[in-house]
């Protein structure tokens, strides 16, 4: 059993806690706060042992009627590895702690590439995390793009990949983020952060990225135009996207028109949190000129990056190969969203009139 502590329990601490308590190779040894609000609270409600992320924050704890099981140094302690999850600005300091315990460490995407010795993403470069003590999952958008990446290089070899990123503003409980009534480039001189982020997993992609900010919370928005090295028709394409079990390729028939409808479908599937690990594509927007290859994706922020910290604790932790962990925590997470319609399909809508 692994034994994983997870510090910093916001939007991805959490979700990394409920999916490795998932897990029947690990188990949670526990979470670090620096304060007791609700997501303190509800960390203890589901049974996770509370530490104090910062010690002389403990009294806090005790005098808000919430038990801690110690500091950082008990947390980091009682684990085989820990999933640093704080904000980005706190990664760098919290690298020092854990090297001193000689505990690996995982860090998030928000963290600069420097912060860990390989940049993950369970498709493209499971093996590069094998035994490293310091991993960074990349960030949300920069999961996505490589999912896709991952088997059109394998498959048709990629020219040129260039992508526009509409992302949201903030995670739907960041109520003081913006803007609120104004679309954003950002940054305004290309190439926004993905690009080179994306060279991490894939160092001899050529990609041009540029991004904007929207004021959305639910899900960011991806266009996609990939120059392949040769030129399969649309069908192959879906046929490859279809095969992956990260990226759902939304069928015509669901009449899925955005994020609004997405959240709502994972609601209604019984998805925890209404959490979409998968990439959505939409099955028409796959479109080939030549080989220009265009797709539209969305990308759900808070959740895609979940099951590639599971993968990448395996990577660092044990010798299980890639195929098998993506395998179990596919399986322990049901990830791998499967529409009854036909991803194909390519019948006409019923007219209303009829
Ligand atoms: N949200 C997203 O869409 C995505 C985020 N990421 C990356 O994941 C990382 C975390 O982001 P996210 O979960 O959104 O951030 P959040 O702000 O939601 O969560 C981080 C939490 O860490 C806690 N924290 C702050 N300081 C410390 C500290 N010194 N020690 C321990 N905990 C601390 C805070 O909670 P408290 O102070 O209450 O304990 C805070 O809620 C970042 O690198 C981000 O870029 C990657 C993909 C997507
Ligand atoms: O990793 C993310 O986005 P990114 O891939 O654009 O860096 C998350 O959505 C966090 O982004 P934020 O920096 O806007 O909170």
Not at 29 to 39: C, F, I, L, Q
Not at 225 to 235: A, F, G, Y
Not at 249 to 275: F, N
């Amino acid at each position: 059993m692994i034994h994983v502590g997870v510090n910093g329990y916001g939007t991805i601490g959490k979700r990394v806690a409920d999916a490795v308590a998932a897990q029947p190779d690990m188990t949670v040894s526990g979470v670090a706060k620096t304060r007791p609000n609700y997501e303190a609270e509800t960390a203890v409600r589901r049974g996770y042992d509370l530490y104090a992320a910062i010690d002389d924050r403990a009294d806090a704890f005790a005098d808000a009627g919430l038990d801690v099981a110690g500091g950082l140094e008990e947390l980091i302690e009682a684990s085989d590895i820990v999933v640093d999850c704080c904000p980005s600005d706190i990664g760098p300091k919290n690298r020092p702690v854990y090297e001193d315990r000689d505990t690996p460490a995982i860090f998030q995407g928000g963290e600069g590439a420097d912060i860990a010795d390989v940049s993950f993403n369970a498709r493209s470069n499971f093996e590069d995390a094998r035994d490293a003590d310091y991993v960074r999952v990349v960030s949300c958008n920069t999961t996505a793009l490589s999912r896709v990446i991952a088997p059109l290089e394998e498959e048709y070899g990629i020219e040129k990949v260039r992508v526009t990123l509409v992302r949201r503003s903030g995670d739907p409980s960041e109520t003081g983020r913006g803007p609120v009534n104004d679309v954003l480039p950002d940054p305004v001189s290309i190439p926004s952060h993905h690009g080179p982020d994306v060279n991490t997993i894939f160092p001899d992609v050529d990609i041009d990225t540029l991004a904007l900010k929207a004021p959305t919370t639910l899900m960011h928005t991806h266009s996609l135009n990939v120059t392949l090295e040769s030129e399969p028709d649309e069908s192959a394409i879906l046929d490859l996207l279809a095969d992956e079990s990260r990226i759902f390729t939304i069928p015509e028939t669901a009449d899925i028109d955005g994020a609004g409808k997405l959240k709502d479908y994972a609601l209604d599937s019984g998805r925890p949190r209404g959490d979409l690990w998968e990439n959505c594509v939409w099955a028409e927007s796959v479109g080939m000129e030549g080989p220009d290859l265009y797709l539209f994706q969305n990308v759900h922020q808070e959740s895609d990056v979940i099951p590639e910290n599971i993968d990448a604790i395996r990577a660092m932790v044990t010798d299980v190969d890639a195929a098998a962990s993506i395998d179990r925590t596919n399986e322990a997470l049901d990830v791998g969203l499967e529409s009854l319609f036909d991803a194909h399909d390519d019948r006409e809508a019923v007219p209303v009139d009829d």
